[in-house]
């Protein structure tokens, strides 16, 4: 059965604290993995991780993809309270328009 | 720039009721998505559709159905609720070649 695993589950930091934040899966012809960010409403995409493209980054926000280790993560840098939410980590499968995702991190940073 | 709306933000029906929750896209996108996010378990499919009038059972359909009628449009019918479907539930679409899910804003049903 697909699955998608996230740690920590939880997380509390305090600003200019650096976080890494994990997400491993077991997908069968693994396509792509996404990371989104959820505040107080619908997830905000942040980053696609595919085969050809297995680092992104944007401003303090980095992503790597592991295929080896069938894993992700996402580290944030000198955090701000504005990072407090639930990042979800999804993955999608070939052949498929399904995306399974995992039951996120919550992200808290005090000031 | 892309935007999925849902119909409502909150939502309080009574056990037994049928339940409409409305989702509209306005990008011409050919896949839509139901998921229900409940804490600790996270966002599970519950039907999704690739194109008007295809529909296919995710992960959780029980107690579910669905109808697209257009392509903008795809609603989820809860034919008679009940209180374990309290939840948040995320409508969201994807151009049928691109990774990036867009959701909407989520509807908060209480069953009381």
């Known amino acids: 059965e697909d699955k998608v695993v996230q740690s920590p589950l939880s997380l509390v930091v305090h600003e200019g604290d650096t976080v890494t934040l994990n997400c491993s899966y077991e997908?069968?012809?693994?396509?792509?993995l996404l990371w989104y960010k959820q505040e107080k409403k619908a997830p905000t995409f942040l980053f696609m991780l595919?085969?050809?493209?297995i680092e992104k980054k944007s401003g303090r926000l980095s992503s790597i993809l592991d295929k080896k280790e069938l894993s992700s993560i996402l580290n944030i840098t000198a955090t701000q309270t504005g990072d407090s939410a639930i990042y979800l980590c999804?993955?999608?499968?070939?052949?498929?328009?399904?995306?399974?995702f995992g039951t996120g991190t919550r992200l808290k940073v005090l000031a | 720039d892309v935007k999925v709306t849902q119909s409502s933000r909150y939502l309080v029906k009574r056990t037994g009721e049928k339940v409409f929750l409305e989702c509209v896209q306005d990008?011409?996108?050919?896949?839509m998505f139901w998921y229900r996010q409940d804490p600790g378990l996270g966002l599970r499919l519950i039907y999704f559709?690739?194109?008007?009038?295809?529909?296919e059972k995710g992960d959780i359909p029980e107690g579910y159905s669905v109808s697209r009628e257009k392509k903008e449009r795809f609603s989820l019918i809860l034919e008679s609720a009940s209180t374990n479907q309290t939840s948040m539930y995320l409508c969201?679409?994807?151009?049928?070649?691109?990774?990036?899910?867009?959701f909407g804003p989520g509807t908060r049903l209480t069953v009381t």
């Open positions: 595919t085969s050809s493209g």
């Open positions: 990008m011409d996108h050919e896949n």
């Open positions: 969201a679409s994807t151009e049928s070649r691109s990774y990036e899910q867009y």
């Open positions: 559709s690739y194109d008007v009038k295809m529909k």
């Open positions: 999804a993955v999608q499968a070939s052949g498929t328009y399904k995306y399974i």
């Open positions: 997908v069968t012809n693994f396509r792509s």
